[in-house]
């Protein structure tokens, strides 16, 4: 399942779009583990990075919406609390019997939030000069 970073800069915000590499990485690395039998393995490090992650990555995204008054920013706020919760509840899982599954959650919320949240943000912000 190719992640969408093989298209175009999704938000055309390049702090914000740099910022999603890391996310691409994170789940680049898992692959490679999973690809050598090492995915379990590989499991409580990458929740650790993105768990630390997510908390610079959401507040650069909160503080632009705060910043140019983005209408949806609430809404959107939600999700970041939503995906925070979330990575903590997967931080609590057997890894030995996840990694696949951990892999499969985080790539389809990484690509449906950036598809959908982000890219209505970046719309957004585009339209108010920011690039």
């Not at 610079?56 to 919406?65: N, Q």
């Not at 705060?66 to 939503?82: G, I, N, T, V, W």
Request: charged share 25%; net charge negative.
């Amino acid at each position: 399942m190719p992640l969408i970073d093989t298209q175009p800069k999704i938000m055309n915000v390049l702090v914000i779009d740099d910022q999603h590499e890391v996310f691409f990485d994170c789940l680049r690395r898992l692959e490679d583990a999973m690809a050598a039998g090492k995915g379990a393995s590989m499991v409580p490090l990458l929740l650790s990075e993105l768990t630390e992650f997510v908390e610079m990555h959401f507040g650069s995204e909160e503080r632009l919406m705060q910043s140019y008054e983005y209408p949806l920013r609430d809404m959107h706020a939600l999700e970041h609390q939503k995906a925070r919760c979330r990575l903590k509840e997967l931080a609590g899982q057997n890894y030995e019997t996840a990694a696949i599954g951990i892999h499969d959650e985080l790539h389809d919320w990484l690509e449906a939030h950036i598809r959908n949240w982000d890219a209505n943000l970046g719309a957004y912000l585009n339209a108010k000069g920011v690039s």
